[in-house]
């Protein structure tokens, strides 16, 4: 993998890389077995210039720096372009079967409804909607399975957005979407409606407590909807402590739960409230 970002994990136990710079899709056993991977026209290190390289990355199936990965109710797999090589572009959401074969591409650059700038992540809902987060344009939008925008909210402010990157369900089809930039987590129904937030500290260089974030990037719902976030940026815990980056879990409403640390023994890792 060159920059592998989004993973997941089909009905099979097959998961399912996002190899960002290498432009493709690889596949696994769950013990790590390389099983298949996918990409249409091959882009090299000499392809990112030029009409011809522009071209290339828009076509059916040819992925530029897939980031997010998801698979709808019938088993295709959903994966979203990013277009971080900038000369190339071709930012979409493209359909796959499992096996790798093109069925459908949506989204083009731009600032419009259905267009995106920068997409990070990709997400299903139970009734097979698709909600994809617009990074550069500061968003969420909403389609339908079969790719017909249905609706976009976004922005700065309590239920709006400044550079979201990672989104997840809970069974309850609420969506918690990664406020990045605004170092927070949102909470809102499947219909965008804002329903809580949290994680942001009272000052950017200030300590940052337990249930803060910096720059949240990655998370996880699990089965019983405990809710896992990932902060990138190392910060103290404690004063005095070593500045670490842990995964820290909150209840669906944002109770602080506990954390994982980088320590060497796993009975010492996860840091519970007292």
């Not at 920059?3 to 899709?25: F, K, L, M, N, T």
């Not at 019983?224 to 995964?247: F, H, K, S, W």
Request: glycine share 12%; proline share 4%; net charge neutral.
């Amino acid at each position: 993998d060159t920059g592998p970002e989004g993973v997941a994990i089909d009905h099979q136990g097959q998961v399912y890389v996002a190899d960002s710079w290498s432009h493709r899709v690889q596949v696994f056993t769950l013990d790590g077995s390389f099983l298949r991977a996918f990409r249409r026209g091959a882009i090299t290190d000499r392809q990112f210039y030029g009409t011809s390289a522009i071209a290339l990355g828009r076509q059916d199936g040819s992925l530029n720096t897939p980031a997010g990965i998801a698979f709808d109710s019938a088993g295709a797999v959903l994966v979203v372009s990013s277009g971080r090589t900038t000369t190339i572009r071709g930012v979409s959401v493209q359909k796959f079967t499992a096996t790798g074969e093109f069925l459908q591409r949506w989204g083009e650059d731009g600032y419009g409804p259905g267009q995106f700038a920068n997409l990070e992540d990709i997400a299903v809902d139970g009734a097979g909607n698709v909600y994809v987060t617009d990074n550069g344009n500061n968003r969420v939008q909403k389609f339908n399975s079969a790719g017909v925008f249905l609706k976009q909210w976004g922005s700065i402010g309590d239920g709006l957005l400044r550079g979201p990157s990672d989104l997840a369900f809970d069974r309850a089809n609420n969506l918690y979407v990664l406020d990045s930039r605004n170092s927070r987590l949102q909470k809102f129904d499947s219909n965008g409606r804002f329903l809580t937030a949290w994680g942001a500290p009272k000052g950017r260089w200030a300590l940052v407590e337990n249930g803060q974030f910096i720059f949240p990037l990655r998370i996880a719902v699990d089965g019983e909807d405990r809710v896992y976030v990932t902060d990138v940026i190392l910060r103290q815990v404690t004063p005095g402590t070593p500045r670490i980056a842990p995964v820290q879990m909150f209840t669906p409403d944002g109770a602080w739960l506990g954390l994982w640390t980088p320590k060497k023994a796993a009975s010492e890792a996860f840091v519970a409230p007292v």
